[in-house]
């Protein structure tokens, strides 16, 4: 073994395997899920899990009000938030990272200007926002998934200018400056490598709270609208069952929570190996 290299810890071994297992279940939800998740059968209505009384592995998880299998809603919800989530995340990244660019780069009125924007959308509790444009807006998928795209993209716009602004100052930038170079050629080809850890790991520490973002608003009925179904509109239709049949809420929201905190333990990880302020010394 070579020196100096450690294993994970076992929280970090358990936190990838399960987001290994979660995104092969999105990858084939179409194939694994035993009963199509909208299939109605009112002679099966409110089975139990298999492990409770009166539960069968006809239906492993049970089945909720109106006989729709569990196991194949919860598989296909699992699909659709972690790809409203990555969507989500990957667009205010983008976003963010352009805004901190053109801030770093013109400077001035400019960057001052788009400073004062950043700090309003991080004064703003985004869910309130989030709520009054999905009201005022049709709740259509992709409108849902454009309201994700504009979370968190404040960190990312400060995190790019901060850090383009320290590139300037150093000698590659300059150079590159000075032979002609376009500044989206310097940007994109040049400073964006140097400093996507520091976005990677910003995507990582985001995406859980994207997660539940894209499950608070599928609860209160302005995210995922029927016949789709995500994470956070089976918690939301399962509540009103809690005391009856409390699985149909329990067992989406435990993935939820094992979810979010295994993303942010791998992002935790990520950033102590890949941010050398905090690497232990040899």
């Known amino acids: 073994m070579r020196a100096g290299f450690r294993l994970p810890a076992p929280s970090v071994v358990l936190a990838a395997s399960w987001l290994f297992a979660i995104v092969f279940v999105a990858i084939l939800a179409d194939l694994i899920a035993p009963y199509d998740f909208a299939a109605i059968d009112l002679r099966n209505?409110?089975?139990p899990p298999v492990w409770l009384e009166g539960g069968s592995w006809s239906h492993p998880l049970g089945t909720d009000d109106i006989g729709r299998d569990l196991l194949s809603r919860l598989i296909v919800s699992i699909r659709i938030s972690l790809f409203v989530a990555l969507l989500g995340t990957l667009i205010g990244a983008v976003l963010g990272?352009?805004?901190?660019f053109v801030a770093a780069h013109f400077k001035g009125w400019v960057d001052d200007l788009l400073m004062v924007a950043i700090d309003f959308q991080a004064a703003i509790p985004f869910l309130i926002l989030a709520l009054a444009v999905l009201a005022l807006f049709a709740e259509t998928f992709w409108v849902f998934i454009l309201v994700m795209g504009f979370y968190g993209w404040e960190r990312y716009a400060?995190?790019?200018?901060g850090l383009?602004?320290?590139a300037q100052e150093q000698g590659y930038a300059v150079a590159l400056d000075l032979l002609g170079a376009r500044p989206a050629?310097?940007?994109l080809r040049h400073i964006l490598p140097n400093i996507?850890?520091?976005l990677f790991v910003n995507m990582t520490l985001n995406f859980p709270e994207t997660v539940l973002l894209e499950t608070s608003l599928s609860f209160l009925g302005l995210g995922v609208q029927p016949p789709l179904s995500s994470l956070g509109s089976m918690v939301g239709f399962?509540?009103?069952?809690?005391?009856?049949?409390w699985w149909i809420a329990v067992l989406p929201a435990a993935v939820i929570f094992l979810t979010a905190l295994?993303?942010?333990?791998?992002?935790d990880w990520l950033r102590d190996k890949l941010d050398p302020t905090l690497r232990e010394s040899p």
Do not use: E, K, P, W
Not at 97 to 100: C, D, H, K, Q, R
Not at 158 to 161: F, K, Q, T
Not at 238 to 245: F, H, I, P, V
């Open 196 to 198: 996507a850890s520091a």
């Open 158 to 161: 400060r995190i790019a200018r």
């Open 97 to 100: 990272t352009l805004v901190g």
């Open 238 to 245: 399962g509540r009103d069952y809690l005391l009856s049949a």
């Open 262 to 267: 295994a993303f942010s333990i791998l992002g």
């Open 45 to 47: 209505r409110f089975a």
């Open 185 to 187: 050629r310097i940007y």
């Open 164 to 166: 383009s602004l320290a």
